[in-house]
């Protein structure tokens, strides 16, 4: 069995591969405070709770976006699973070809996504990933990563509204009965999800300019479902596409 680990600045999303077959996933907060023998537990007991143990495990492959989290994270691993983990990075034997300036100062997690896309999707493709940011990455008919945008994320939109307007409280992340809010919660839910929409559907509009029209536009992260159901830009929903281009990834080098 594989482990797949992806620390976000938000979550934290595991997944247990029998095979090419996800078994479990789970997702716990980021936590910049917890030491590896906590994240050692925590893994360990998520194992437990799923009746595995760490014996069963042949391998363990994560990509980090937080610095300071993947030391300690690899440490645990090294402690409680006694397996040294394949950290990802621009490095790595992905198969995928980094167009841009700055290779080594991409997010793992993007690398990560661009490997499951070839597999399983194809090319030309644009991946939205609805995250703490939101990043938008483009993948040209050759399947060569050639850059992207970046965005803040719903949650970051939403909490800098409260936190910079003296009157507008905290909203749940939901659809609204109308785009014309007839309340103070209406209108902001309406600003935050209909406005953050267009704001995806114009960005796809550009992304398909360059890439042409097969271009095929994948959406994951967690609030990918939210902002799909209410768009037909979104052509496929994959919740757990980096897990997946973790599992490929380490199938490449093991």
Same mark, same amino acid.
């Given at each position: &069995?594989?482990?797949?680990?992806?620390?976000?600045?938000?979550?934290?999303? @595991?997944?247990?591969?029998?095979?090419?077959?996800?078994?479990?996933?789970?997702?716990?907060?980021?936590?910049?405070?917890?030491? #590896?023998?906590?994240?050692?537990? &925590?893994?360990?007991?998520?194992?437990?709770?799923?009746?595995?143990?760490?014996?069963?495990?042949? /391998?363990?492959?994560?990509?980090?976006?937080? #610095? #300071?989290?993947?030391?300690?994270?690899?440490?645990?691993?090294?402690?409680?699973?006694? @397996?040294?983990?394949?950290? $990802?990075?621009?490095?790595?034997?992905?198969?995928?070809?980094? @167009?841009?300036?700055?290779?080594?100062? @991409? /997010?793992?997690?993007?690398?990560?996504?661009?490997?499951?896309?070839?597999?399983?999707?194809?090319?030309?493709?644009?991946?939205?990933?609805?995250?703490?940011?939101?990043?938008?990455?483009?993948?040209?008919?050759?399947?060569?990563?050639?850059? /992207?945008?970046?965005?803040? /994320?719903?949650?970051?939109?939403?909490?800098?509204?409260?936190?910079?307007?003296?009157?507008?409280?905290?909203?749940?992340?939901?659809?609204?009965?109308? =785009?014309?809010?007839?309340?103070?919660?209406?209108? &902001?839910?309406?600003?935050?999800?209909?406005?953050?929409?267009? !704001?995806?559907?114009?960005?796809?509009?550009?992304?398909?300019?360059?890439?042409?029209?097969? !271009?095929?536009?994948?959406?994951?992260?967690?609030?990918?479902?939210? =902002?799909?159901?209410?768009?037909? $830009?979104?052509?496929?929903?994959? #919740?757990?596409?980096?897990?997946?281009?973790?599992?490929?990834?380490?199938? !490449?080098?093991?």
């Amino acid at each position: &069995m594989l482990l797949t680990i992806d620390i976000g600045n938000t979550n934290i999303t @595991l997944g247990l591969y029998q095979g090419e077959i996800l078994k479990k996933h789970w997702r716990m907060a980021t936590n910049h405070d917890r030491m #590896p023998d906590e994240y050692g537990i &925590m893994i360990l007991d998520l194992l437990d709770h799923s009746e595995v143990k760490s014996g069963d495990l042949e /391998g363990i492959c994560m990509a980090s976006v937080v #610095p #300071p989290l993947t030391s300690r994270v690899i440490q645990a691993c090294k402690d409680y699973l006694h @397996l040294d983990p394949l950290n $990802v990075t621009a490095t790595t034997n992905t198969g995928v070809d980094i @167009l841009i300036d700055e290779p080594k100062g @991409l /997010g793992a997690d993007r690398i990560v996504d661009v490997v499951a896309v070839k597999k399983y999707y194809g090319e030309p493709a644009c991946v939205v990933d609805f995250g703490t940011a939101t990043t938008f990455d483009a993948i040209d008919a050759n399947g060569a990563y050639i850059g /992207g945008a970046i965005a803040p /994320g719903i949650g970051i939109s939403a909490e800098a509204l409260v936190r910079f307007t003296a009157q507008l409280p905290r909203v749940d992340l939901q659809a609204p009965p109308s =785009v014309i809010g007839k309340n103070t919660i209406h209108a &902001m839910q309406s600003g935050l999800l209909f406005g953050y929409v267009s !704001m995806v559907e114009g960005m796809v509009i550009r992304f398909e300019e360059l890439l042409g029209p097969k !271009m095929k536009v994948i959406a994951t992260g967690g609030l990918a479902e939210l =902002v799909a159901k209410q768009t037909s $830009v979104i052509q496929i929903t994959a #919740p757990w596409l980096t897990l997946d281009g973790l599992r490929l990834i380490w199938e !490449m080098n093991k």
